[in-house]
């Protein structure tokens, strides 16, 4: 399953809520644009329904983070930025309730001064995990340092423009060329924007929902209570739903019928419904499910906090259809430069199942491609890109390289 295996948006609302206690203020923690600007340009990466910016801390870098407005604080995963960044005062605290292995460990910074062009930062301060739990860098396939949420778009207005690849960031009363958007109301709880919107079910039930908008959720659409009152759509897969802290997350995959984001209704959503029974843990905003960037990236996107304002516009990727993994691999990336595709898990009864692929293969090279000149984008691509097609696989199995062709099957 290669959908939403990056789940820091359950792992940093435990983790932050706890880190919140740990900072005196966080009212001034905010990025402005530099005087005499009217508006910034940001390049940025979409790298396995990521969104990959550079950003230097305290002159040294640049570094790659994901823009997530699924966390509140900013959170460093690599520890050896404890040394990379070279603070003169740090703080350690104890991470304690995530998880069946004992307490963790973070590191408090003071505030650092954070780096991207045309923007200054005040008093933003990091945590900074003292170990890898979630080996973001093997997921997306280059060095990831942390995750910027909040910190970031709280007190600017910022436009995600899929199209090009660029955000456009400006302070709220310099938005412009929102007109023909579809305005959305959000509500900023607990350092995370929330909509309301209509779910219908495969059986035409229409049910209401309040859901995170979680730019840093590689799914379209999960679902985490409707389990409990609707069950789940008859037609679905197993499936490891990601990682948090104490382990893989469980669940099934399915479709809703649609969802309503104003006057645009999205159809067939693949969806996620996490095994909530396993899972009792309270949110601190009651919540009924996140929408990914597998919807966002539909649209050029504008988030205007200070306002409560969610603009939508569809871009040229709008009416394809949602598509899931039609091969049955998971898998990370692994060696020095992250070069080498090694399968971590293969769902029984899959295509890949099927032609005998195991945990712990490595993927040499894609219809004759190597993997080390792919990027982990196109990997993903092929293996979701069309029912029936056959791929040709060059896998490392057994101490010996076989050949072996891959057919794509729709699943869901």
Known sequence: MLVAKYILQRRAFWLTAVICCCYVSVAAQSFTVDSGRRNVSIPFRVIRNMVVINMRINDKGPYN?????????????????????????????KITGLGTDGDYE????????????????????AAILKKDYFNLSSYVGLPIRGLLGWDFFNNLAVKVNFSDSTLTVC??????GIKKNQRIPITIEDKKPYLETIVVMPGGRRVKNKLVIDLGAGHPLSL??????????????????????????????????????????????????PDTTADNRPYNVPRDGNMGIGILKKFNVVFDYSNGWLYLKPNETYSIPFEHDMSGIEYFSAGDNLD????????PGSPADEIGLEKNDEIV????????????????????SRADRSILLEVYHDKRYDKVILTLRRRI
């Open 224 to 273: 985490e209570n409707l389990q409990k009152t609707n069950g789940i759509p008859p037609k679905f897969i197993k499936a490891n739903l990601g990682v948090a802290i104490n382990g893989p997350i469980d669940g099934v995959i399915s479709r809703i019928k649609e969802i309503e984001l104003g006057k645009y209704k999205l159809k067939d959503v693949i969806t996620s419904f």
């Open 171 to 176: 302070r709220p009363a310099d938005l412009r």
């Open 340 to 347: 080498h595709l090694i399968i971590s898990r293969v769902e």
């Open 365 to 384: 090279s894609i219809n004759f491609k190597p993997v080390a000149k792919m990027g982990t984008e196109e990997v993903d691509n092929l293996l979701k």
């Open 106 to 125: 973070a590191i408090i910074t003071p505030p650092l001064k954070l780096g991207i062009p045309g923007l200054y930062s005040t008093g933003i301060s």
């Open 65 to 93: 983070f994901i823009l997530d407005t699924g966390v509140g604080l900013m959170i460093m995963t690599d520890p050896a930025m404890i040394d990379s960044i070279k603070l003169d005062y740090l703080r350690t605290i």
